[in-house]
Structure formats: C-alpha cells, structure tokens
C-alpha cells in the first residue's frame, strides 16, 4: 500500500482532509513502554495551526483517540491504532477545483492515478493534515527513543533567505534540542525569528507564500545502525521524510556543500574521546555507508512554498479541457516550515526507532 511503512516499525496512515477524520496504525512496538499523554499532546500542538498570522486559521484540537494498543498507560505490543476526528472542514471552498487543477498542487496527479475517484476537498489523502497523525507515531517513537538515550530535536534553519543559526554538527546536545522543541517559533535566534516572521506575514498581505529549511537532529544514537545499500539510515530517513507534503529536497550532514570541497576538507579524521572513536568534524552527517557512526545525525529539508495562494492563477479545466482562471479559496498557510518542524522530527524518530529494531543486537 502507498500509505504504509514496512520497517522495524510497521505503519500505516489513514484518511482525507475533509473526511470524518484520519489516523495511524502503528505495528512492532516494544511492549511495556509507558507513554505520557500529556508529552503526546504537546508535541502535536507544535504542529497546530497558530493565532500569530503565520498559519492556517482552520481550528483543529487534533486530540487522538487511542483505540488499542496501550494499556494502563503502556504499549501492550500489538497494533497501536489511534483516529484523530476532523471538525473544522470547510468542504464548500474547494467546489471550483473538483476538476481545475491547482498549480502546485496534486489534483491532476491524483485525478490521473485514482481515475477521478479521488476526494479533493482540501487536497484528500494528499493534504498536509495527515501530518497529525505521523506527529502522533513521531511522538510515541520519539518516547520510545527516550528509554534508549536517544534524543532528537528540529529547528527553522532558513525561511526565504533568512537564516537562522546552524547546530553546532559535533556538539549539539540533547539539552539544546530540548530547548529549541519549547519555542514557540523554533529558532536557536530571536533575532532570525522575528525577521522570518516579517518575512511570512508580508507574503500573506500579498496574497503570497514562501518556503524554507528545516535542520533536523539526532544524539546518542548508537553506532552500527543501518544496512547498506538500500536500507542504509539516509534511505529510510529520506523515505519517511518525503511523506510529509511539500518536501522537495533533503541533505545529510555537509550535503551539497561538500562539493565545493577538496577530499582533504571534506574528509572527518577519526580520533578518539573518553574512550569511543569519534570524528573531529562531522561533514558526514553521522551516516557513513548508510550506517550509523556514533556522531550527531544532521540533515537538512527543503520545503517549497505554500502552493494554495490566493492571487489568480492560470490553470487547466482537466474534464472539460479548457484553460480557466483560478482563484483558490479556503485557509492556507502562507509558511508551512514552522509546522513542518515536529513532522521532520517525527519522520526522523520512526525511521531511527526501525532500524534499531531491526538491527537489535548491533550499535556501541
């Protein structure tokens, strides 16, 4: 199935923006695990829609309702299934797009591949919405990762040329992740906040959007972890990743900068520190072969602008075969990066939760 994951952790996502609600089936968690609902809950309203002009104004709780899976507060080891009901739906804003194409958008696709089967309100099974429920399996993940030492954390690094601060790719700790997951707009910089937000609230007075960079991070994961060639760490990271809508590129460690570099620049010499190998720097990323080197996990992801704009766009009637004037309804983002940050960090925990269960034994 095209919405489902078939790692360590098995999922599946369910459900339409528009619909009665959508959701996730979580298989292959360790059992006895206690979850905090209440870390559940904050984590998830990180990716809440917020009343500062910078997101939607469509007023969804995304509370989760658990339908098995945890029991007496903990992960009973079998199916972990939760539904997210919608209560906000606007349906009446997409009826001029049922069969006119949204520029950006995957309305053509997606009428070409289901043969017009497909719902479109507010995008269908496409929409950003079915975030929330990959935030959910990203937040018990992450609780799991937790017990294990691990830690992970995201922030804005970039909005439309405006750029934050980087983590620091060797000394990036579990504290500052910490830090960085309790801002409102998550920034390491005041001052790069406040440029970015003036940044989006311009483009939404214009009827407009941008995009930007998400960095996003790892420590204490164990060395080991990965199995190259095609289920090398990046492989599965990268797939997770490209399930959250409106990515459109995603680099690890230096990246595409490490081409502008000799090979005696780019290279991390090995040394060693209390005892462990470690690198002095860390252009890799932390993934070497697509396995885990003990160092900080570092990418980056690339979101494009907010396709759903409200200036008038020349579009395609794809029934009628007519070229039309558009004009998109509804409530939009005019950034989605600053939501987007716990879906990449959510992406990253159900992938490095996978691979360790699949490699059980393996890591130092």
Do not use: W
């Amino acid at each position: 199935m095209s919405s489902s994951y078939n790692g360590g952790v098995k999922f599946s996502l369910f459900g339409e923006s528009h619909g009665k609600g959508i959701g996730v089936v979580l298989d292959n968690l360790p059992s006895g695990i206690p979850i905090d609902f209440d870390k559940i809950g904050a984590f998830m309203a990180r990716r809440a829609p917020k009343k500062d002009g910078t997101s939607t104004t469509r007023n969804e709780k995304d509370i989760p309702e658990v339908l098995s899976g945890i029991f007496e507060g903990k992960t009973t080891g079998t199916p972990l299934a939760a539904v997210i009901y919608n209560s906000d739906q606007h349906s009446g804003d997409y009826g001029n797009i049922a069969h006119t194409a949204r520029p950006g958008h995957a309305d053509y696709t997606g009428f070409l591949r289901y043969n017009g089967a497909n719902d479109y309100r507010g995008g269908g099974h496409f929409s950003g919405r079915i975030t929330a429920p990959l935030c959910f399996a990203g937040a018990v993940c992450g609780q799991i990762l937790e017990t294990r030492g691990v830690a992970t954390g995201a922030h804005i690094r970039s909005v439309k040329g405006v750029s934050d601060e980087a983590f620091d790719s060797v000394n990036v700790t579990a504290e500052q992740l910490e830090l960085v997951k309790s801002r409102l707009f998550p920034t390491l910089s005041e001052t790069a906040e406040t440029r970015m937000r003036e940044v989006i609230n311009n483009a939404r007075m214009a009827q407009d959007s941008v995009g930007g960079i998400v960095e996003c991070a790892a420590v204490g994961f164990p060395a080991g972890i990965g199995s190259p060639m095609l289920d090398g760490l990046e492989n599965i990271i990268s797939q997770l990743v490209f399930a959250i809508p409106a990515v459109k590129g995603i680099e690890f460690g230096n990246g595409f900068d490490c081409t502008e570099l000799f090979g005696s620049e780019n290279n991390d010499e090995f040394s060693l520190k209390d005892g462990k190998v470690v690198t002095t720097t860390n252009n890799h990323g932390g993934i070497l072969g697509g396995i885990s080197s003990g160092m900080p996990i570092i990418f980056r992801v690339a979101f494009k602008p907010t396709p759903s704009i409200s200036q008038p766009q020349n579009s395609v009637d794809f029934k009628t075969m007519t070229e039309e004037e558009l004009i998109i309804k509804g409530r939009h983002d005019p950034c989605v990066v600053q939501r987007a940050v716990p879906c990449v960090e959510s992406a990253l925990n159900i992938a490095l939760l996978s691979a360790l269960l699949e490699n059980p034994n393996l890591g130092v």
